[in-house]
Nanobody, 124 residues
Framework: QVQLVESGGGLVEAGGSLRLSCAAS????????MGWFRQAPGKEREFVAT????????RYGDSVKGRFTISRDNAKNTVYLQMNSLKPEDTAVYYC?????????????????WGQGTQVTVSS
């Protein structure tokens, strides 16, 4: 089993920044692809970013490219999402997830374990 716990969400003004963290336990974190997704009320879960097991490869959703950065610290079993130039449309619950499949993954169905989510609210 894997436990994922997100933190770092909150309320921020448009143009501001937040850094989300996701702490993992229960498996060898360093061997797995990790991802961030988000879900706004009434909308489907949306891919945000993914990072390979060693941090060497990343991929981003079109709506966050150039503003968000995903990173990981395998020694701390933690993955991060640095969010800059936030917009009101970034408001959502943000989830981290762990995939048991090889390579970068952008579909929610490719992820086996999920955190409980953290709320990010961007005011205009």
């Amino acid at each position: 089993q894997v436990q994922l716990v997100e933190s770092g969400g909150g309320l921020v003004e448009a143009g501001g920044s937040l850094r989300l963290s996701c702490a993992a336990s229960g498996r060898t974190f360093s061997t797995y692809t990790m991802g961030w997704f988000r879900q706004a009320p009434g909308k489907e879960r949306e891919f945000v970013a993914t990072i390979a097991w060693n941090g060497g490869l990343t991929r981003y959703g079109d709506s966050v490219k150039g503003r968000f950065t995903i990173s990981r610290d395998n020694a701390k079993n933690t993955v991060y999402l640095q969010m800059n130039s936030l917009k009101p449309e970034d408001t959502a619950v943000y989830y981290c997830a762990l995939s048991l499949r090889v390579g970068l993954r952008s579909s929610p169905s490719d992820y086996a374990y999920w955190g409980q989510g953290t709320q990010v609210t961007v005011s205009s």
